[in-house]
């Protein structure tokens, strides 16, 4: 559905300029115009904001008015010195005594009476009567031209027997505010978008959530608690949490306790497991949020996850015969990991996601000793922390609620004399991290609710991707844990990094990809390899997989590769290589004062943009890959701009 923009304009000329821009869009919005100069605007702009505008455009003191009293985004527009020098110069043409109405005051007033012979009264005004009032002072004081830039302005001055000149502005002017407005509305729009989806996603959760304020109030709760704890009456909502469940202790966080963690509380003949967190704005508890669920559910759920992460867990489909590679890079990695699978030192991969962590990991795993032993992975980041420790030490029968009978092994004990890989290591909570330290210091472990050391003889391979680093420096990752795991570590490269792999890779997988889809196999055509060695692929080999993936089910020949490849390179710049230059933010702006020296075409964001490309390529000697990695696009994407402003190459 397209977004609609409501222009309220204050004279008419507006109008068919609004119109000639919105022209130039490729998904044109919907414009709706209105007449409107300050606080008559606000009727305007209410019916607009009814019939479905989704942010407002009107003159600058009218859209400050607009702003607090309507929902949607409302953007001025904003006239620049050099049309108030346009007005200036008209309007000394009628007198030397000049008024200018303006919401904020004008820079450079004084420089354009020195530089016209001109006296300015600057009317400020924040509504219509300071207009009305500052209008008619200004002519009885002697001012006979006001220059203002709506026709209210013009019509007044002439009716207390001045000149009146309008200030008009071109069309970079409007184009600048219609963009912000279609900004600003598809920015609205996504975060309706995102609060419906999260509403949805609190109302589907399984677990129970209960929300109050820092006065211990009642503000929310989901359909799940309701279920939970049997049938939630809305007046709940504004009611003392303590008048319906004293038993959740959520006012005990209020009062100064930390957090509840899995605590078994019993409500009526109603088990359940709660943990109740604060929720802090700028280091002060401006609620609390309580979740839970039935204690009978935990046993069901700890199954179905262990099924799941067992499912293929213990056996590998890697060697090291899949890094085979003409990157000096990689050779390396494959000869430091020969070397690191001999010897029982815990092993930390680092890489970004899809550069080939758990690859590697497999491939250790088969070129160790432990070999014929188990193979153990677990992503630390997909459980709740309650599950992930009974997950990774085991329990004993009867530890807790819903516990299997008997108890039940580990993730490390079901590797003994085998490997575990520790994947998302940095995800793992504080105090689980205490415990994993003292399982890798001392090669034990104890099931929760045991009393009983079990030894353990394991090959720990963790993996993490460059965040570890930032959790390091915020203290969300403890050092010591992290020096234990870094006995050993291999930083894996990212695609981009080994660009003598590209061509090589994509002509691998693109044929694992034809046979997987029972494909005609042929070979990827040079100009297609060309263009991804032109992609920096933020998702590495992950991404390449997927996108040929995509290749191998569309095209029957190599006719088509080329032109698929181009269709699904825009939609992965589109996403991932969208980070275009803005001249906006990366062009230094000279002052207002020094901006009379400049050439009108310097003076543009073309302008600007085309000088900014020039300069880069003249420093990076018309290298179009370092051009385009300096000014943070893509090297077609250079190109194009090159192309549209009419910047030479290397000569």
């Known amino acids: 559905m397209k977004i609609t923009i409501g222009f309220i304009y204050s004279f008419s000329t507006q109008v068919e300029m609004a119109k000639a821009v919105i022209n130039e869009f490729d998904d044109r ?28 455009i009107a003159m600058g003191g009218t859209a400050k008015i607009l702003e607090e009293q309507i929902s949607v985004p409302v953007i001025p527009i904003r006239v620049g010195i050099l049309d108030i ?71 007044l001055a002439e009716q207390y027997g001045a000149k009146g000149v309008l200030v008009t502005y071109d069309q970079d002017i409007l184009r600048e505010a219609l963009n912000e407005a279609l900004r600003l509305a598809v920015l609205r729009r996504r975060e309706k978008e995102q609060y419906i989806l999260l509403e949805t996603i609190f109302d589907n959760l399984s677990e129970g959530i209960i929300v109050i304020d820092k006065n211990a109030v009642i503000t929310r709760f989901n359909l799940a608690a309701s279920q939970i704890l049997k049938s939630l009456p809305r007046e709940m909502i504004g009611s003392q949490v303590s008048e319906y469940f004293p038993e959740l202790g959520m006012t005990a966080i209020l009062n100064g306790r930390k957090t509840i963690e899995n605590e078994l509380i019993v409500i009526g003949d109603l088990q359940i497991l709660v943990d109740n967190a604060p929720i802090i704005l700028e280091g002060k508890i401006i609620g609390v949020v309580s979740t839970f669920r039935r204690a009978s559910e935990i046993q069901k759920m700890d199954s179905e996850i262990r099924k799941a992460l067992r499912k293929g867990g213990f056996r590998t489909q890697y060697t090291i015969n899949h890094l085979v590679s003409n990157s000096q890079k990689v050779k390396d990695i494959i000869e430091a990991a020969r070397k690191y699978a001999q010897v029982d030192l815990t092993i930390l991969l680092i890489g970004e996601t899809g550069t080939g962590k ?27 922390e309650n599950l992930l420790e009974s997950e990774l030490f085991g329990y004993e029968g009867g530890a807790f609620t819903g516990a299997r009978k008997g108890g039940k092994p580990g993730l490390f004990e079901l590797a003994q004399n085998g490997t575990i890989l520790l994947d998302e290591i940095n995800t793992i909570p504080l105090n689980l ?7 890798l210091q001392e090669r034990e472990v104890m099931r929760i609710g045991g009393a009983q050391i079990i030894p353990i003889d394991v090959k720990i391979i963790a993996a993490a991707n460059q965040n570890i680093f930032q959790d390091l420096r915020e203290q969300r990752f403890r050092p010591d844990l992290y020096y234990r795991l870094n006995q050993l570590c291999i930083t894996l490269p990212r695609l981009q990094d080994r660009q003598e792999d590209i061509s090589e890779l994509a002509q691998v997988i693109f044929k694992e990809m034809q046979q997987k889809f029972g494909k005609k196999s042929f070979l990827l055509p040079e100009t297609c390899l060309e263009r991804f060695r032109e992609l920096s692929w933020p998702g590495n080999i992950r991404e390449m997989q997927n996108l040929l993936g995509r290749l191998a089910l569309l095209c029957e020949s190599r006719d088509d590769v080329l032109k698929f490849t181009n269709k699904i ?64 696009i893509s090297r077609t994407t250079l190109y194009r701009k090159m192309k549209d402003l009419q910047v030479a190459g290397k000569r």
Do not use: W
């Open 433 to 439: 991290q205490a415990k994993l330290l003292r399982v």
């Open 29 to 56: 919005p919907k414009l709706c115009f209105g007449y409107g100069i300050l606080d008559d605007a606000i009727p305007v702009a209410r019916q607009m904001v009814a019939n479905g505008a989704e942010s407002i």
């Open 85 to 155: 020098i346009k007005a200036v110069e008209i309007a000394r043409n009628f007198s030397s005594q000049l008024a200018i109405t303006t919401e904020i005051p004008v820079k450079g007033i004084d420089l354009i009476e020195s530089l016209y012979q001109v006296s300015v009264k600057q009317i400020i005004f924040t509504d219509k009567n300071d207009f009305l009032y500052g209008l008619t002072e200004a002519v009885q004081n002697g001012c006979q031209v006001v220059i203002g830039k709506s026709k209210l302005a013009v019509e």
């Open 358 to 384: 758990e690859v590697l990991a497999q491939s250790i795993h088969n070129l160790s000793p432990r070999r014929k032993g188990p193979y153990v992975a677990i992503n630390c980041s997909v459980l709740p």
């Open 569 to 632: 390179i825009a939609e992965e710049e589109r996403y991932y290589n969208g980070f275009e230059y803005d001249p906006e933010k990366s062009v230094i702006v000279e002052s207002e004062s020094s901006a009379f020296g400049i050439s009108g075409d310097a003076m543009t964001l073309k302008g600007m943009e085309k000088n900014l490309i020039r300069e880069t390529l003249k420093n990076c000697d018309h290298n179009i890959s370092t051009a385009a990695r300096v000014l943070g």
